[in-house]
């Protein structure tokens, strides 16, 4: 697949986060990035647009990621969708929570282009430009 024809989510309460992800996302290629700041912006988002994968940051205010994870699993239009949790925690009990949840990848933040790439590529195969 081409990361031009990819369309991707991030969600993060924090907008640096954001602007972060999203310049690791065009360095990569990915050819639409939507934003949401926080869990219940992104169901709205999901549900007005076409989106092949979701990156988000576990930790926000009202609906944290892996609420959302859950809400996307059980809606059968997005349960099959790649869902990446962003998060600064690397905690076993975390991880295992996501897993248990359908989460797609884990990518601890600070993350950088090469790792983000490598996960996606996991999900996408490879992503030649």
């Known amino acids: 697949m081409k990361p031009k024809d990819l369309t991707i989510l991030v969600v993060d309460d924090q907008q640096s986060m954001r602007g972060l ?3 690791a996302l065009q360095q990569i290629g990915i050819g639409k990035i ?3 700041k926080s869990g219940r912006d992104a169901f709205t988002v999901l549900e007005q ?6 990156l988000s940051d576990w930790n926000m205010e009202d609906i944290d990621g892996l ?6 699993r059980k809606h059968p239009r997005f349960a099959k969708m790649p869902f990446v949790m962003l998060t600064g925690q690397s905690d076993r009990e975390n991880v295992q929570q ?4 359908g989460v797609s990848g884990y990518l601890v933040k600070p993350f950088d282009v090469a790792s983000l790439k490598k996960r ?3 999900i996408f195969g490879p992503l030649a430009q």
């Open 98 to 101: 996501a897993a248990a949840a």
């Open 67 to 72: 609420t959302l994870l859950k809400v996307v």
């Open 21 to 23: 992800t999203r310049y």
């Open 34 to 36: 939507l934003e949401a």
């Open 120 to 122: 996606l590529e996991q």
């Open 49 to 54: 647009s076409d989106v092949h994968a979701v």
